[in-house]
């Protein structure tokens, strides 16, 4: 019994000691990782006061570089100027009329290009075939002693042989137009000398009677009456393999005042004013 006891007695204080044991180790491991942890605690706080510190340095450093900047000058604000905040309905205005005008010119322009394009490709202000010779004097006799010719804006008529000897020292300074008396026809511009107004004939006179002012011209354009200066411009003729071309690239002056190489003279009533007029 008391053997007993014994081993019973022994048994709890080998374990009692044993508890102690494990007891104490595991307070040692529970300590040694407590100041494990506060070295890396106060590690990392040390590393974050050293930050800190720098990054107060750093923005002393720069709290006195802007205090030596020099300070810029600041306008005082004003209110905007009513005038100034409608420019822009201004603006929109002035560009559209800009704008505007200058397609106006560019028409103009294209327009002024388009006529003389036209010039140099045919029609008024070249040289402009009206056919064969002895098919104009014919539409010449056929028309009463006058052929009008649109494309040249001119009046033909013919020029009688018997008065060449007059039309050489007459017009004989204007070899075109001479060359085509030569062939027997005249070219005449069909403007006054005046102003400009489109001269009729009269078929009755067998003259040219203006309109506008009554300047009356013989059948060949020579002046009998009226304000005109001198007699109907004339363009030259020329007569190439019996086709007859007008060119009306070149405007010739009419004849003086005072010029009658063909002695013609009103065949009947005149159809305006009456000859000598002003």
């Known amino acids: ?19 102690a044991v ?10 040694a990782a407590l100041g494990q942890l506060s070295r890396e605690t106060r590690g990392r706080d040390r590393s974050a006061a050293r930050a800190a510190e ?20 600041v306008e005082p604000w004003s209110p905007p100027d009513p005038e100034l905040v409608g420019e ?15 397609a106006s010119l560019g028409a103009f322009g294209a327009a002024v290009i388009a006529f003389l394009w036209k010039g140099a490709e045919g029609g008024f202000g070249s040289k402009i075939s009206v056919g064969k010779l002895e098919d104009v004097i014919s539409g010449i006799r056929s028309n009463k002693g006058f052929l009008y010719v649109p494309e040249a804006r001119s ?12 039309a ?15 062939a027997g026809i005249v070219a005449l511009y069909q403007k006054c000398p005046h102003l400009g107004c489109r001269v009729p004939t009269c078929s009755t006179s067998q003259w040219f009677e203006c ?10 354009g020579e002046k009998k009456g009226g304000p005109a200066p001198r007699g109907m411009d004339r363009f030259g003729i020329a007569v190439n393999n019996g086709v007859v071309v ?8 009419g004849p003086a005042i005072g010029s009658n190489t063909t002695g013609q003279e009103a065949e009947g009533p005149h159809c305006v004013g009456n000859v000598g007029g002003h």
């Open 1 to 19: 019994m008391s053997a007993t006891l014994l081993a019973v007695a022994v048994a709890a204080i080998l374990l009692a000691a044993l508890g």
């Open 22 to 31: 494990l007891t104490a180790a595991r307070r040692s491991d529970r300590g």
């Open 54 to 73: 720098h990054a107060a340095r750093e923005t002393a450093r720069a709290s006195s570089a802007l205090a030596t900047m020099p300070k810029a000058d």
């Open 88 to 102: 822009t309905r201004r603006q929109f205005f002035n560009r559209a009329s800009v704008t505007l005008m200058s």
């Open 155 to 166: 009046w033909v008529t013919e020029y009688p042989k018997e008065a060449l000897a007059k």
């Open 168 to 182: 050489k020292v007459q017009y004989g300074s204007q070899a075109p137009v001479y060359a085509g008396m030569e």
């Open 211 to 220: 309109p506008c002012h009554g300047s009356q011209y013989n059948r060949v």
């Open 246 to 253: 007008i060119d009306t690239g070149t405007v010739f002056a």
